[in-house]
Nanobody
Framework: QVQLAESGGGLVQPGGSLRLSCAGS????????MAWFRQAPGKEREFVAA????????????KYADSVKGRFTISRDNAKKMLYLQMNSLKPEDTAVYYC?????????????????WGQGTQVTVSS
């Protein structure tokens, strides 16, 4: 079993920054893809970013949604079982509950249904 717990959300002004963290525990393997998703009120959960620990099945080991490219940076520390999301130049449309997820495989996918493990989510609100 894998457990995930997010932290670091909060209220920030447009143009500001936040760093989200996700602490993993249990049988979390460094070969599993880890990702961030988000869900705004009334909308479906959407892919934000994903990372593998090494280029195994994919030649690209980090992927971002177009809406966050150049503003968000995903990283992981396998020794600590930690996942991070540095979010800069935040916009009101980034407001959502952000979820950490881990896949059962080493292949990056964009569909939430392919991720087996989820955290409880952390609220990010971008507002003046």
């Amino acid at each position: 079993q894998v457990q995930l717990a997010e932290s670091g959300g909060g209220l920030v002004q447009p143009g500001g920054s936040l760093r989200l963290s996700c602490a993993g525990s249990g049988r979390l393997s460094s070969t599993q893809v880890m990702a961030w998703f988000r869900q705004a009120p009334g909308k479906e959960r959407e892919f934000v970013a994903a990372i593998t620990s090494a280029p195994t099945f994919s030649t690209i080991n980090i992927k971002y949604a177009d809406s966050v490219k150049g503003r968000f940076t995903i990283s992981r520390d396998n020794a600590k079982k930690m996942l991070y999301l540095q979010m800069n130049s935040l916009k009101p449309e980034d407001t959502a509950v952000y979820y950490c997820a881990a896949s059962s495989s080493g292949v990056i996918t964009f569909q939430s249904s392919t991720y087996a493990y989820w955290g409880q989510g952390t609220q990010v609100t971008v507002s003046s």
